[in-house]
């Protein structure tokens, strides 16, 4: 385990990702979590980019106060991580690295084009699958990552 991931194992955020499911998530969801993520951060004095994607589109972004540029290409990075793996990008990276390996090595994707770094979360709903994304840069990747479980939990329970 990588002190780099957190120490997180595959295991551990598989049951984190089925802990972040969802009964039903329209637009409406997409922006309100988008809402939800940057009034934390905002509390919270996070220098990050949120981006919330629903059905291939951007519903929600917000680059807060002390955020880079770079975060753009970051959270664009972690969407295609996502995207082809239907999985969080800590659950990618830390499953390479429990094979002796990494993702780059292992799927010779360029670095370029794909971020196996955390801050990348797929919105699952029950029964139904991933409908789109849940993105965070421009922290450390583990509190990114952390920031957007964080995140989903809490708005998973407002769902009930």
Do not use: N
Request: aromatic share 8%; with cysteine; charged share 20%.
């Amino acid at each position: 385990m990588s002190a780099t991931t957190g120490g997180y194992s595959s295991d551990q955020l598989a049951d984190q990702a089925a802990a972040c499911e969802f009964d039903r998530f329209a637009l409406g969801d997409a922006v309100a979590l988008g809402l939800l993520a940057t009034q934390r951060a905002r509390e919270a004095g996070k220098p990050i980019v949120i981006e919330v994607r629903h059905l291939g589109r951007v519903a929600y972004r917000a680059s807060l106060p002390g955020s880079l540029p770079d975060s753009d290409d970051w959270i664009a990075r972690k969407a295609r991580v996502v995207e082809r793996f239907r999985a969080s990008t800590m659950a990618v990276r830390v499953s390479y690295e429990e094979k002796g390996t990494s993702f780059v090595a292992a799927t010779g994707l360029p670095e370029s084009e794909y971020a196996a770094h955390g801050g990348g979360f797929p919105i699952v709903v029950k029964g139904v699958g991933v409908v789109g994304g849940f993105y965070a840069s421009g922290l450390p990747q583990v509190e990114d990552h952390e920031f957007l479980v964080a995140c989903l939990t809490e708005y998973a329970s407002r769902q009930d």
